[in-house]
């Protein structure tokens, strides 16, 4: 594969994607864990399949439909989580029902013979084109501006939101703030790994990351890198076997996770790093 990277473009597009998609799990999977919004998070990226859907429909770039969708829901999701109108678990799943839902709808009206979504669904990091990476070099770089622009206040919010509140930090901006990023980040991911296997990329590298250090620099940092091998693993995997792309990678996260946990389980009372 090595040599076949320096050959074709499909190859280093898909390296790119993984490494894009690596920044986004270092940092927001980090934040989600930390705020117990894992599940929201798959609620959210499932959302997106309807606007898949409405861009195969209407004509236009299904990614820009999914952003829509997500970005919608996200919004939907953290207004009515805060506002505690309806329990955060049953609005999750209505939205995510709803989401997929209509993505079929949508996929049924279109004329003639309906498209291949697998790639959508689970993933395909070898089928990413330069316009698809453009909108995830957007999305990276919102998401890391947005972060490191606000780094104290983030790590203020994730430790003591109350506190946070008390000292002056706008904590409801944080929150929905979060929640678009959340949104981006699942335009980062659906190509690599799909919306269906989302939440493993999320949150398999950071809880890992979670294993080695308890600051929160580290793990992001940590989570980056882990990311980066996971995704260069089992892209390796995937190409080398011609299986799914996304599926490769998931695995790969998944069992790397569960390895660091059985080690530290049983070889090691304390394996965090300072």
Known sequence: ????LFQYQFLQNAVL???LASIVCGIIGVIIIE???????GGIAHTSYGGVGLGYL???EPLIGAFIFSLLAALGIGYIKRNNLIKSDVIIGLFWSLGMALG??????MPGYPPDLSSYLFGNILSVTKADLWLMIVATLIV???IVALFDYWKSYLFDDEFATIIGIKT???EYMLMILIAMTVIVLIRVVGIILVIALLSAPAATAGMLSKNLNKRMIYAIVLGNIFCLLGL????ELNISSGAAIVVVSAISFFGVYIYKLLFSNKMIAE
């Open 1 to 4: 594969m090595i040599s076949a």
């Open 17 to 19: 994607a993984g490494f």
């Open 35 to 41: 705020k117990k919004l894992v599940m929201m998070s």
């Open 58 to 60: 209407l004509g236009f």
């Open 104 to 109: 079929v709808i949508f996929i049924t009206l």
């Open 144 to 146: 890391v501006i947005v």
């Open 172 to 174: 409801t901006f944080l």
């Open 236 to 239: 390796l995997i995937a190409y």
